[in-house]
Each structure stands twice: as structure tokens, then as C-alpha cells.
């Protein structure tokens, strides 16, 4: 106990769980006033202070910030807004003739002290969106963003601090010990954007207090590409997915798994695609970003000398300059199975060509990885993608697309086992930050009474009635 109290953010963990009640208790209306305020701040009051502050941590292409951060974020909180009324009702739910005499319901009610920590690579959608959800469920939040975007963290905390009073919603800056100091507290549930080997460390950290977690993680998400599909059309949205925001994506297309009867034929699209978008120079492209840090630059690099150490082909791309962290958008085939691109989760603009000669050999391929965050499929065969969907695991997936599913409100977002625990996103969000709490309500005589103490011959036959008909 004297660890936690001596917590540098002890003080500010207990002002919110002495505030929660207050917080869980507020209306609709009341925590749709707190989402018009944050949404006010995103859309009009820092909308251009935004774009700068990324722009400045990840060289984020203006239109690219608007498109995958200020767009996301407003949409998933008009989403909310519209629906929260019907989320948060009581729900009744049926009552066997066993229980005849009592209601059944559903109360979501929310979970109290939340913490979010939350990823450099689009670090306002992926903090924010989050906070939608908290604040839906009518939680209180501690928000952690990466120090390695460290514009962007101090402009969301200057929106943060503009629009909540800390006993509500606070976000404190700071490196790893900062999330260490705050995961020693006994928060009421954790929702965490990362990567499978920090959310090891956060779940461990949430088992000491049972706090329930929701683990948005990573991982190698292959992109099926059969003997039938549009080359034209599968290269053009692939290349757009996988070197938007220079790769820095958790449910970019990690590599393409391509039947080797089209693989000539579909990376001369990829490279078609590539300078169609970003011409025949990207370094010098407003269209295309730069990589976070001096460190994962020199990751990134680090796979590409291994790749051809081990006499893969480089299609296209391979040239960097450390001085801007520019790493060109590159297509690399023929690697050996041992090549670190093929092994570790790429996050960068390097997309690794595996061939197959049939659709056995590529479900093969996939099962023999970790189960991915994302699984894309492109085919005209609806034999293939049924087959490829049964025996394959992700947490979503699209069939002649790839990235878009995260954009759908609609949908739950989130991975499975070493990609994530978990969903979010619009209701699933709700869910995730609410505790589905189970009421029955009893209104006269209960039929389970006929079988209190003292066990008799006819409370026997009458309990194996129950069972058989009931």
C-alpha cells in the first residue's frame, strides 16, 4: 500500500475515484455536452494546430491528418451522439417460467477510473477515440499518450486541460516510468494501443488488481492476392495501405502473399501505383511521410541490410536519408524464410512479396504465424475467400480492400490473442468501458420458493420437473 501511495500520481488517481460516482451518474445529455465540447476543440478551435503538431512529430501530410485523425474523431463522436440515448437505456431482457414472478434486465453502468495509454503513430485518433467511448460509458479518464510524438501530446493536453477538470479527464506527459508509476494503480480498466510485447507487460500489470483490459496490439497482417483477382485494382488500394502515414499503421497490409503465377504481373502495378502517387521522387513528395524516430529508422534499415544480405530482390525503393528519417516506399521479393521482414511486424514503408502455389499452401502459411489484427483477401473467387475465411483466424478483414473496416463504426475493432483482447469502436466502445450489470427484479410469489429447505420427496419431483420442462 505504501508503494501506491507514495505513486507520483496517487493524488490524481484518488481525486477521480472520490469523483466517479458523480461521473457515472450524469445523463445523456450531459455527456453529450462533453463530446460537442471535444469535438468543437478537434473540428474548429485546433483543428489547424492539430495538423501542424503532426506534421512536425511524423512529416503527416496535411490532407493525410485530416483524413485519418480530425475525420475519424469527429465521426466516431456524431456516431455516438446519435446513439448514446438507446446505449445507455436499461434493457430488459426475458424471464424463464422458473423464475416466474421476476424481471430480468441489463444496467450498463460504468467501470470508474479508467486509464488510456496511446500510440505515437496517429496519436490524436488513437487517444481520443478512446476517450469517446470513456466518456460514453460515463467513466473517469488518465491519459497516457508516446512521448515520441511529443507535439502532438502537448497539444492534446492543452485540449485536454481546456475543456476537463483533472477530476474528470487528465493526461500527463513522460516516457516509460510514467506508464510504469501509472500502472501500479488500481484502475478500473485499462485500454491500451501498443504493441503484443508492452501489452504483455500491461495486462501483467492489470492482473495485480484485476483490472479488466482492452488490448489493442499488432502484428503481421497478410494480404492475399489469388490467380483471379484485378491486379490494377489490388495493387493500386494496396500500395495506398500499406504507405499511408509511411507505413506506421497497425492494420497495414504487413506483407503480400501472392500466387506465384501473377507475381511479375502484380508488382509491375505496385510500381505503377507507387509513382502515380508519390512520383518519381517520394522524398521529395507533400504526399508521403517520414518515420518517428532516429530509432525505428534505424530498425527499418536494419531489416532492409538483412533482406539483401540474403539475396532478395529489391523491386523498388531501398534508399534512405537518416538526416530527414526518410525511408523510400519499397518492394522487396524473394526473400529467404529467415529474413527479419518475414519475421517481426514491420510497421514502416517496406512491403515484402511471399509467393504461393496454392491456396492450402497459403492458409498454411498465415496459421504457421501469430493471428493477425487484419487478414485482406483479393480474389473473384468466392471458393477461395470462403476457403481462406474458415480456416483462417484475424480480427478483421476485407475482401478486396484493406484498412477500411477500421472506419465503419459499425464494426467492432480489435484483434485476437497476440493482436489484441478486446474491441472498441462505437457500441463496441460503450461495451468496453461498461460493466453489463445483471438485475432481476422480483414482483410477487417466486416458484423457486417451493423449493427451499427442508428438502422433501416432493420438492425432489417437483425440482426434476423443473429441469425437464422449464
Known amino acids: 500500500m505504501a508503494e501506491i501511495t507514495n505513486n507520483p500520481y496517487y493524488n490524481l488517481f484518488q481525486k477521480q475515484r472520490s469523483h466517479q460516482f458523480d461521473v457515472a451518474n450524469t445523463s445523456c445529455n450531459q455527456r453529450i455536452s462533453k463530446l460537442n465540447a471535444l469535438q468543437r476543440a478537434i473540428e474548429i478551435t485546433f483543428r489547424e494546430e492539430i495538423k501542424e503538431a503532426l506534421h512536425k512529430d511524423l512529416g503527416k501530410p496535411y490532407f493525410e491528418s485530416e483524413m485519418t485523425e480530425i475525420y475519424q474523431i469527429v465521426g466516431d463522436i456524431k456516431y455516438v451522439k446519435s446513439n448514446l440515448h438507446k446505449w445507455m437505456r436499461t434493457k430488459k431482457v426475458p424471464t424463464p417460467l422458473s423464475m416466474l414472478g421476476a424481471s430480468s434486465y441489463i444496467k450498463y453502468e460504468a467501470k470508474g477510473v479508467c486509464l488510456i495509454i496511446s500510440p505515437w503513430n496517429f496519436p490524436f485518433n488513437l487517444t481520443f477515440g478512446p476517450l469517446v467511448s470513456a466518456i460514453a460509458a460515463g467513466n473517469t ?3 497516457k499518450p ?4 511529443p507535439h502532438s501530446s502537448a497539444l492534446m493536453k492543452t485540449i485536454i486541460e481546456d475543456i476537463f477538470d483533472d477530476d474528470e479527464v ?12 501509472l500502472l501500479q494503480l488500481p484502475f478500473n480498466h485499462i485500454f491500451f494501443t501498443g504493441s503484443p510485447s508492452v501489452g504483455k507487460i500491461v495486462m501483467k500489470a492489470a492482473a495485480n488488481h484485476l483490472a479488466s483490459v482492452t488490448l489493442e496490439l499488432g502484428g503481421k497482417s497478410p494480404t492475399i492476392v489469388d490467380n483471379t ?12 495501405g500499406k504507405f499511408m502515414n509511411c507505413g506506421q499503421i497497425c492494420v497495414s497490409p ?4 501472392v500466387d506465384e503465377t501473377v507475381k511479375d504481373a502484380f508488382i509491375k502495378q505496385c510500381k505503377i501505383w507507387l509513382e502515380e502517387y508519390y512520383g518519381e521522387n517520394p522524398e521529395t513528395s507533400d504526399s508521403y511521410g517520414r518515420i518517428v524516430t532516429s530509432k525505428h529508422f534505424n530498425r527499418l534499415n536494419a531489416h532492409l541490410d538483412d533482406a539483401k544480405s540474403k539475396s532478395s530482390t529489391l523491386n523498388s525503393g531501398g534508399n534512405s536519408n537518416e538526416d530527414n528519417k526518410y525511408i523510400a516506399p519499397t518492394i522487396v521479393s524473394d526473400l529467404s524464410d529467415n529474413a527479419s521482414l518475414l519475421e517481426d511486424e514491420i510497421f514502416g514503408p517496406i512491403l ?12 498454411e502459411y498465415i496459421n504457421a504465424k501469430e493471428r493477425p489484427l487484419a487478414l485482406y483477401i483479393y480474389s473473384k473467387s468466392n471458393k477461395n475467400t470462403k476457403r481462406l475465411l474458415n480456416n483462417t483466424k484475424a480480427g478483421g478483414t476485407c475482401i478486396n480492400n484493406n484498412i477500411i473496416h477500421y472506419a465503419n463504426h459499425n464494426l467492432p475493432f480489435g484483434g485476437i490473442n497476440n493482436s489484441g483482447i478486446g474491441k472498441s469502436h462505437g457500441y463496441y466502445g460503450f461495451k468496453a468501458f461498461s460493466n453489463e450489470r445483471a438485475l432481476v ?3 410477487t410469489f417466486g416458484i423457486t420458493e ?12 417437483l425440482a426434476k420437473f423443473t429441469i425437464k420442462w422449464f
Do not use: C, R
Not at 254 to 257: C, E, I, N, V
Not at 450 to 461: A, D, G, I, Q, V
Open 141 to 143: 479518464v488518465i491519459i
Open 146 to 149: 508516446s512521448e515520441m510524438t
Open 170 to 181: 487528465a493526461l500527463v506527459e513522460g516516457e516509460v516510468q510514467t506508464s510504469t508509476n
Open 229 to 240: 483477382a484485378n491486379l490494377k485494382t489490388a495493387a493500386k488500394k494496396i500500395i495506398w
Open 254 to 257: 504487413d506483407y503480400a502473399l
Open 352 to 363: 515484402p512479396i511471399v509467393t504461393y502455389k496454392n491456396i492450402d499452401e497459403a492458409i
Open 441 to 443: 427484479k422480483q414482483h
Open 450 to 461: 417451493l423449493l427451499f429447505p427442508p428438502y422433501t420427496s416432493y420438492k425432489e419431483w
